[in-house]
């Protein structure tokens, strides 16, 4: 595989159309950002364990490897001109090694720290960003420390790779805080004190080779089973908070010295308060409405950080909703995508996975509307007809 001429590092300039982007991972992000990228002119590569991914089947190379196969991560790096990731939950190793032959964007440290919930809340606490209280677990002894001083109820995670509500349990009693951090194999976990919030927000915000920062403004998350089911933008919370979100995200991009995209998101207290939940070092579901909504989506924007291009404009053209389509609505069948697209302000977007399995993400819907109640009827209208009568 040539490489392109549009060499790049950002001290020889920018990354140019016609060069190559290699994508760890191979997901719906990843193919969210391999249409954007093929519509500016670049070429895509990806790697990943599968084949005929998400990402694969619109991208020009799709590689499959192990992530701790470093030498076919060398061979996947030294034939593009800058990698970046759409999922986080690689090993920090294998950042490392693409970065013998192309920048990382965003670099190798940042996914160190963000793919471990105890070393992400470390480092927000040690900057002073507003977290939940929490302790580390490394053994019964800790856990029963921790418990003395958190309380129950209280939620205790596994420390790495977590997405999605893996990895964590309520616990309300000692009992089942003892049984949840055996059934994890004694491995380190993270307890956190249970927050009653009022909603959960995220700001999705990009950041250039020079600094140059951008947002688009803070999203309303609606969850079900720990899974994202609805995000609303604008988010329907005072212009004075909203502020204050945005500017905790600046300030995070900046102390991790991010180039590209990273999602914060916050629980928002009964009492006003923002605090951190967690970090995604990448474009993030709750941004997926930015594709049709916005002048600039997030993949776009994340194109154009990690190629050193100025970031462009993300205005929102109307208020919108998305919600998500998970693999329960095939249970009784293809889904009626013609109820769907008989509403005119709804966008179909399906990510080309070939089993549908009850909780994983296979598309989503957005709705473009006149005001934010508007988009929410008119997405989850359009969701309710997708489902067919159970057989």
Partial sequence: MKKSKNKGRNERGPILPGATIGVLGSG??????????????????????????PTGQVADVEIRAQYDDLDAVRRFASGVDVVTFEFENVLSATAEAAAEHVPVRPGGEVLHITQNRLREKGFLAAHGFPVTPFRAVRSRDDLDAALAEIGCPAILKTAGFGYDGKGQTRV???????????????QEMILEAFVDFACELSVVAARGFNGEFAHWGVIENQHRHHILDLSISPARIPPALARDAVEIARAVLVELDVIGVLCVEFFLTRDGELLINELAPRPHNSGHFTFDACITSQFEQQLRAVCGLPLGSTDLLRPAAMANLLGDLWQSGEPDWEAACAIPAVKIHLYGKLEARPGRKMGHLTALGDSVANAIDLVCRARDSLRRPSR
């Fill in 28 to 53: 719906q992000l990843g193919r969210m950002f391999a249409i954007a990228a093929r519509r500016m002119g670049y070429r895509v590569h990806t790697l990943s364990p599968e084949t005929d991914t």
């Fill in 172 to 186: 309300s009693t000692s009992g089942e805080a003892l049984a949840a951090f055996e059934a994890a194999g004694g």
